[in-house]
């Protein structure tokens, strides 16, 4: 059942539909309960008013059926709703593999993209009709929320970490893009537009920009800049793990835990290399907090996925047990 | 309310025992600091309301024009500071729960009565600090105090603020842990747990939320000062520190404060319902023990706050889960109260209509919260105009709601006098069709997309907004007319007799007002809570009678 409500904003999302059902379905339930009550009270308040000022009822007792009656009733009623939210929920914050990747990054007060081709834009997102889109997102600065009411959906962007959101859109358009977590003086001003693209459209809108390359490439030629690639060689012979095939893939910990290699762990493992170091490793990779922006973080982030795909069959530490080189002070 | 001619005041009662101003700064007496109480909550709900008035003119156009985006990013901050934390937190138990927590059990006075005026005075020096804060400049982070907005970004006064916020708290867990004390060690003779009325065991249950939750507050905002001023890094995810955990912390005391806010208006209700219908509660045990569950569950809760802030998928569920538990037992309480209208005995004076108002919005507010705790409806709606009106519906259309008809209900009693009955009902009126004008428009803004704490919104959003502020203006109306026939009523209304609502309840059964000892003789009681008539006389044979 998909329904549409009065007051609701464009349904332009695979979300919207479900997302105005259980709405809708709540709108009832509200609507039932406050008419049955309000009918009974004035119902009550008419037959039983106050005939003289002396007057006193007679009394009655409470009902054990009655109070069982009303608490279960309404108890099961807000286990479905409970299940049927959660089930919408559940969905929303776990991103399918196959989804278009694309990197946010906000800050006071604007919402800054990355697309994989390369593609940049300030408070414009353009994204393709009927694709899946996964947004990975953080912020430079203090906690913001990124909301498309048109998509009913909303997540926090937190500083010091990534957090991610899909949609499919559905409809061609327009909709606002909102901040929706208080951010400061211009937090009305951190809105922006999604535009929902057919995709021989979209398809033509990526032909036009990226005069700089792939998000990938730009992502390699900092993993050079930084001399990342002394350390991290593909051959497995250099002092950090081999990258190549590692995303997605388990990690073994010095700790003994495990870990997967996700968009937070490659971050993390950048800004405070010591706190999850790779079985078979020493603690010698020098932080890059404060080096490396956030955006160029994300441009990291994405080749490292980029070379993990390119090499699916690969271990994601090729050479755990072979002897660390000997100690030099790292090339920075 | 019936006119009684040529009613005769006690010749000496707590407001005329001694007179002067130290006689009032000095008092011991619950129900003289509970006027001192009355005195401060209505300055700042009244200052709380100037800059509600400031949001609602700011809003009445799309763009920015009234004043500048930082003034009204003040302005929404410290209303919801003043309100929350200056009228919302203290109203009801501070004024009516110190008036009437010993009067209704048959005390003479609270367990410590020095603790008592200390609890005002300390609420004083908070609200001075708060005050400070605001002739400073305010402050912008939202009553919420985000971090690391708060930590580390904002330049309002969120120290000076804070620091009010922390002195305040001080003086709500004195006053919940006199009554909780108050209320174990002085009930009269004979007046056993189940024979107390509902606003006695609401505010128990409140009294528990303030000395546990409290101090969950106090050392929040101390981390926020030390992570402010000395950077130490718990907050700052630069320093290796977690904003949300701030969050996690920040609810865990203001989810519970809800209702801190609103349990003591259901001990209101319980007690307008009861006594204007004259029927004992229907299902009594059941309304005294979901005010205990609903403090319990608010424990457990305040992760719907979080849903969208990404903390874990899973925790989101758990905390969905509980937050459909702790609404079996406000639903419960609504039927009760319905339930026991029936074969009552009606009467349609000012308090009931407020009870009346306060059970329509207070299921508005209710059935709104389970569309917030449906977590796939949550995602849309969080941090939107839905969330302003569905906590304005139980603070406002609840909590001011039940203070307020509390505040008729024993007007007579606290000062001996009665107010106009025809300019009472009009006011509530007024109050509830402004309240609705004002906050009914902002679910459906809510629903449509704009977020809150927007100082200027895209254009399709005008027409609700000024509605709003039309209900505003129409809302603030509503509530100055009762400070006028209020005052006017302490000079010029007629003597009140000591029970002219003809009402159960030992506060009944003293004179209107009370000795300043209360009772003339200490009270033995030997009915249950709401036995109407003359239940000293005629209690044993319906005992009989009911078997």
Request: hydrophobic content about 50%; aromatic content about 16%.
């Amino acid at each position: 059942m998909q329904v549409s409500m009065p007051f609701s904003p464009d349904q332009a999302s695979s979300y919207s539909g479900q997302v105005d059902s259980l709405f809708a379905f709540l709108c009832v339930l509200t609507i039932l309960f406050g008419t049955v009550i309000t009918l009974l009270i004035i119902y009550f308040a008419i037959k039983y008013r106050r005939r003289h000022k002396d007057e006193i009822p007679g009394q009655v007792e409470g009902s054990m059926k009655l109070e069982v009656l009303w608490s279960v009733i309404p108890f099961l009623i807000a286990m479905g709703i409970f299940v049927w939210g959660a089930n919408i929920y559940y969905t929303m914050y776990h991103a399918p593999s196959e989804a278009l990747d694309i990197y946010v990054v906000a800050k006071q007060w604007m919402w800054k993209f990355q697309h994989l081709d390369g593609q940049r834009e300030i408070n414009e997102l353009h994204v393709p009709l009927g694709r899946k889109v996964k947004i990975t997102m953080t912020t430079e600065d203090v906690i913001h929320s990124f909301y498309v009411p048109a998509f009913r959906i909303k997540l926090d962007v937190v500083p010091g970490k990534y957090s991610t959101v899909w949609f499919e859109a559905t409809k061609p358009g327009r909709y606002h893009l909102f901040c929706a977590e208080y951010c400061g003086t211009g937090h009305s001003r951190m809105i922006g537009w999604v535009e929902v693209m057919e995709a021989s459209e979209y398809q033509a809108w990526l032909a036009g920009g990226a005069a700089e390359g792939s998000l990938a490439s730009s992502g390699e030629k900092l993993f050079q800049q930084f001399a990342c690639i002394t350390c991290h060689r593909s051959d497995g012979q250099g002092r950090g793990p081999v990258l190549q095939g590692l995303f997605g893939k388990e990690v073994p910990l010095q700790n003994g835990g495990k870990v997967i290699a996700d968009e937070s762990y490659i971050r993390e493992s950048i800004l405070s290399p010591r706190a999850k170091v790779v079985a078979g490793f020493q603690p010698i990779m020098p932080t890059f907090q404060g080096q490396v922006s956030e955006e160029q973080l994300l441009q990291i982030v994405a080749y490292i996925k980029s070379i993990g795909a390119k090499a699916p069959g690969e271990a994601g530490v090729s050479n755990p047990n072979a002897p660390a080189p000997a100690m030099k002070p790292p090339s920075q | 309310m019936e006119t009684v001619a040529e009613i005769t005041p006690p010749r000496t009662h707590y407001l005329n025992a001694t007179y002067g101003v130290k006689s009032w700064l000095l008092t011991t007496d619950h129900k003289r600091i509970a006027l001192l109480y009355l005195a401060s909550v209505t300055f700042f709900f009244f200052l709380g309301g100037l800059f509600a008035a400031g949001i609602r003119i700011e809003l009445l156009t799309p763009q920015g024009d009234f004043v500048q985006a930082e003034t009204y990013n003040r302005m929404f901050t410290m209303h919801g500071v003043v309100m929350i934390f200056l009228f919302l937190i203290p109203a009801i138990p501070a004024v009516l729960g110190n008036f009437l927590v010993p009067l209704m059990i048959g005390a003479r006075d609270l367990a410590f009565p020095r603790i008592n005026l200390l609890s005002w005075y300390i609420y004083t020096v908070g609200a001075l600090f708060a005050v400070l804060a605001i002739l400073f400049g305010g402050v912008d982070t939202g009553w919420t105090f985000y971090t690391p907005y708060s930590s580390t970004y904002s330049n309002g006064n969120v120290i000076l603020t804070g620091l009010g916020v922390f002195v305040v708290g001080f003086s709500s867990i004195l006053t919940g842990l006199n009554f909780i004390v108050t209320i174990h060690t002085m009930r009269a003779p004979g007046l056993t747990w189940f024979r107390l009325p509902l606003f006695i065991w609401a505010h128990y249950a409140t009294s528990l939320i303030m000395i546990l939750g409290t101090p969950v507050i106090a050392v929040t905002i101390l981390l926020l000062a030390l992570e402010r001023l000395a950077h130490v890094g718990i907050f700052d995810p630069a320093l290796g520190g977690d904003p949300v955990l701030f969050q996690h912390l920040f609810w865990f005391y203001s989810h519970p404060a809800v209702y801190i806010m609103v349990l003591p208006a259901m001990g209101v209700i319980s007690e307008l319902i009861a006594n204007m219908s004259r029927k004992r509660i229907f299902g009594y045990k059941f309304v005294a023990f979901a005010s205990l569950a609903i403090a319990a569950f608010g424990f457990l809760v305040w992760g719907h706050h979080m849903f969208v802030s990404t903390q874990s998928v899973y925790a989101g569920m758990v905390f969905s889960f509980l937050s459909y538990a702790v609404a079996i037992p406000s639903a419960v309480k609504v039927f009760n109260w319905t339930a026991t209208l029936y074969k009552g005995s009606i009467s349609y004076d000012t308090p009931m209509l407020y009870a009346f108002g306060f059970i329509g919005f207070f299921i508005i507010g209710g059935m709104t919260g389970l569309f917030l705790a449906a977590l796939g409806v949550d995602v849309h709606v969080h941090d939107t105009y839905f969330v302003v009106a569905h906590f304005h519906y139980i603070m406002v259309g609840g909590t001011i709601m039940g203070y307020l008809g509390g505040l008729h209900y024993w007007w007579p009693k606290i000062t001996g006098r009665l107010y106009s009955e025809a300019w009472a009902r009009f006011a509530a009126l007024v109050i509830f069709v402004g309240f609705n004008l004002t906050f009914f428009p902002q679910f459906l803004l809510g629903y449509m997309g704009m977020p809150r704490r927007y100082y200027a919104y895209p254009p399709e959003f005008q027409v609700l907004n000024v509605m709003s502020s039309a209900g505003a203006s129409i809302l603030g109306v509503g509530y100055l007319i009762p400070v006028i026939y209020l005052i006017w009523s302490m000079r010029y209304g007629p003597h009140a007799p000591a029970n002219p609502w003809g009402a159960a309840g030992l506060e009944w059964r003293t004179s209107s007002p009370p000795p300043t000892l209360n009772f003339e003789q200490v009270p033995v009681v030997t009915w249950e809570a709401y036995e109407f008539g003359d239940p000293s006389e005629n209690a044993e044979s319906r005992m009989e009678n009911r078997g």
